[in-house]
């Protein structure tokens, strides 16, 4: 049985950091498509960033350039390190896997979810 357990979450000040982590188990999580979302009250869900086993990532235009994606093989960790935070980044955020692909194309069905973790940004 597939498991994500989100961590790393809490309230931070504009131009603050925060580093997220996923543990995974019941599978080899760096051999899948795995992701980061968000969900703000009221929005609907979005992509952050995605990595494949490929190790190609790619991110929302939002998040460019303030947000990196990266995992740990050994750990069978994947993480997010948010910097620059920004208020508009407020949400539940995230992890998830699409354990029927390897590669992530932009139109993976993620059927592997966590249970989130809130990240609240102040200004």
């Known amino acids: 049985q597939v498991q994500l357990v989100e961590s790393g979450g809490g309230s931070v000040q504009a131009g603050g950091s925060l580093r997220l982590s996923c543990a995974a188990s019941?599978?080899?999580?760096?051999?899948?498509?795995m992701g980061w979302f968000r969900q703000a009250p009221g929005k609907e869900r979005e992509g952050v960033a995605t990595m494949g086993a490929d190790g190609i990532t790619r991110y929302a235009d939002s998040v460019k350039g303030r947000f990196t994606i990266s995992k740990d093989d050994a750990k069978n960790t994947l993480y997010l390190q948010m910097s620059s935070l920004k208020p508009e980044d407020t949400a539940m955020y995230y992890c998830?896997?699409?354990?029927?692909?390897?590669?992530?194309?932009?139109?993976?069905?993620?059927?592997?979810w966590g249970q989130g973790t809130q990240v609240t940004v102040s200004s």
């Open positions: 998830a896997a699409d354990i029927w692909s390897w590669k992530c194309s932009g139109k993976n069905e993620f059927n592997a």
């Open positions: 019941g599978y080899t999580y760096s051999t899948y498509c």
